[in-house]
């Protein structure tokens, strides 16, 4: 399996932005997928997190009523719309995936990726 994460970029505080990961591989659609960021000096952190079936979704208290996670299991891709964007939302964004549930850590695939970056 193999995941491109795209979408970061630098924006002001309040503002949004739209995280895309591209899904390749043998029965990825089956895969539960997650996003979790890692802002500098800091160690990785949990984010979000969706079943495969779209029907199961966890995020962190910290991104409540502001970040949303998707699924196109059409396009093998997942989203996370991010709004009400703050300063400490900035961080390296990870996407990730797994043929299993359980808990928020332990995961089997890992993107390269995409830096957000939030202007206060």
């Known amino acids: 399996v193999q995941l491109q994460a795209s979408g970061g970029g630098l924006v002001q505080a309040g503002g949004s932005l739209r995280l895309s990961c591209a899904a390749s591989g043998r029965a990825v659609s089956n895969y539960n997928m997650g996003w979790f960021r890692q802002a500098p000096g800091k160690e990785r952190e949990f984010v979000a997190r969706i079943s495969w079936s779209g029907g199961s979704i966890d995020l962190a208290d910290s991104v409540k009523g502001r970040f949303t996670i998707s699924r196109d299991g059409a396009e093998n891709t997942l989203y996370l719309q991010m709004n009400s964007l703050k300063a400490e939302d900035t961080a390296v964004y990870y996407c990730?995936?797994?043929?299993?549930?359980?808990?928020?850590?332990?995961?089997?695939?890992w993107g390269q990726g995409t830096l957000v970056t939030v202007s206060s």
């Open positions: 990730a995936a797994r043929g299993w549930g359980g808990t928020r850590n332990e995961w089997q695939y």
